[in-house]
């Protein structure tokens, strides 16, 4: 009679035998690289120092960092520094076009309806920091505002 500890032995030994061990690394290597490409950012906060400008018909304001948070429930808060301080939020969407996009949508300011717009957040390709912003909106005034901002690192050399 075989003791029930050797039965499990001898299947072990089936189980583990080299070419079942290549097929589930093989099977695992398939695997693997789909699931890393199928992550979704879900949030971002990152700060960049730049240049850029606010501009409008009135004026233009030249820019030295830019604050973006990207939150998980696919909100966001923009702080733009120049001489003074642009505040926008709104929500976020991944791009289907680009992995480094993300498409924002202006609904506010310090107060709700302020500004209304839209524009696109440039991330670099560890998708840990960003690039480049761009944003159009219009105040509740009528006045058109487009914001432009390059993040020093990521200038594109000469």
Known sequence: MIDISEAIMNR????????????????????LPVSAQSQE???????????GVISSTVEERKIT?????????????????????LLAEGTWSTSA??????????????LKGEMIGSGKLLLTSDRKSFKGLTINVKLSDGQEVTVTFVADDFEPSK
Request: proline share 3%.
């Open 12 to 31: 072990n030994k089936r189980i583990l035998r080299p070419y079942n061990a290549l097929l589930l690394v093989l099977f695992a290597g398939f695997l």
């Open 65 to 85: 960092s830019a604050l973006v948070v990207l939150r998980q429930n696919g909100t966001l808060l923009i702080t733009v520094t120049a001489d003074l301080q």
């Open 41 to 51: 950012l879900e949030s971002l906060t990152a700060t960049a120092k730049g240049h």
């Open 97 to 110: 076009s680009s992995p480094e996009a993300i498409l924002l949508k202006i609904t506010g300011g310090v």
